[in-house]
């Protein structure tokens, strides 16, 4: 299949790149940027905000949309609304217009109507486009990825070097990280598979652990069995994060903070079904 694959150069994008060539597909990656591109993979560079996807479509089979962002930037136009919900209705467009009905659309855990953090919020109105346009989609809704130097969990290892590492309000908050080579894999087999389509997954990994739980995990992994974790009430750092998130290089944001501190957790297995074997959580994060 020839795939289109939008965000093909980020933390994601690079896994699912490598699945997509071992399944034997031709592979065009959109990005501003061409770090991380591997040997055989065409590059388009573009920004999906404005380039045309039209002339991009031609000749593909199957989109994968993977372009997204953790943190807003206004002052650039970088916001949720317009990288989430804007740029897929773009894309949906496009697809709509050249007459191409096919998209694995990258979504996460936690997104739902009534969610809390702009992050999610703005995933949803996206989901909800793409599922009642024209074209067939499978919506992945992963939880935290893990593997290959996952952002999060190399935040997590820093942390784990201090003396005391500080945990979000008491630590209890339930996640299931599931690897990204797994998400990659699935995302690869779906783009052939032909019973899917029009259907949201949640994708989580094995295990359930609370934030406790993984800092001692992570902090165990670099020899520290017993790490002392100082657990910091949501009313110290919600207004740290707010005055912090103007700042260059500040660790957290408010939306962050918010989405860390509801479970991340799902119930939905139905991924097993095109990936049977799970990747545990051990010591590649
Ligand atoms: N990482 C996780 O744990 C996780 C969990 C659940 C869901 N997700 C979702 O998975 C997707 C990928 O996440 P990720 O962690 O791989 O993010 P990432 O590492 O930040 O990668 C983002 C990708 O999007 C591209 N991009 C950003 N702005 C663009 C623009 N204006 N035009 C064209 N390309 C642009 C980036 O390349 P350039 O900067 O070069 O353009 C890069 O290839 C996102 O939708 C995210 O919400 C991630």
Redesign the pocket.
């Given at each position: 299949m020839r795939v289109l694959l939008?965000?093909?150069?980020?933390?994601?994008?690079q896994a699912v790149q490598r699945a997509l060539i071992h399944h034997g597909h031709d592979v065009t990656v959109?990005?501003?940027?061409s770090h991380g591109l591997l040997p055989g993979v065409q590059f388009e560079k573009?920004?999906?905000?404005h380039v045309d996807l039209g002339a991009l479509l031609a000749d593909i089979n199957v989109v994968v949309h993977?372009?997204?962002?953790?943190e807003e930037h206004p002052a650039t136009g970088v916001t949720f609304d317009v990288?989430h919900y804007q740029v897929t209705k773009r894309l949906v467009d496009a697809m709509t217009q050249h007459g191409l009905g096919r998209l694995i659309h990258?979504?996460?855990?936690g997104t739902r109507a009534s969610a809390r953090s702009h992050y999610h919020q703005s995933?949803w109105k996206a989901e909800e486009f793409v599922r009642h346009s024209n074209i067939e989609s499978v919506i992945l809704r992963?939880?935290?990825?893990f593997g290959g130097g996952?952002?999060?969990f190399m935040m997590v290892r820093n942390q784990c070097r201090l003396p005391v590492v500080p945990v979000p309000a008491d630590g209890e908050t339930l996640l299931q990280p599931v690897a990204r080579a797994d998400v990659a894999e699935l995302i690869a087999r779906l783009v052939t598979t032909e019973q899917y389509w029009g259907q949201t997954w949640e994708v989580g990994g094995t295990k359930r652990f609370t934030m406790n739980e993984l800092y001692r995990h992570v902090a165990a992994t670099q020899g520290r069995r017993h790490v002392p974790l100082l657990h910091v009430p949501l009313g110290i750092l919600f207004p740290m994060a707010r005055l912090g998130e103007n700042l260059p290089g500040f660790p957290i944001t408010v939306d962050q903070l918010m989405m860390l501190n509801e479970p991340n957790i799902t119930d939905d297995t139905r991924w097993h079904q095109v990936v049977e074997e799970v990747t545990p959580l051990d010591r590649d994060f």
């Open positions: 939008t965000g093909g150069t980020g933390y994601v994008g959109l990005a501003r940027h573009g920004d999906i905000r993977l372009v997204g962002i953790i990288m990258m979504s996460a855990l995933k992963p939880s935290l990825l996952a952002p999060f």
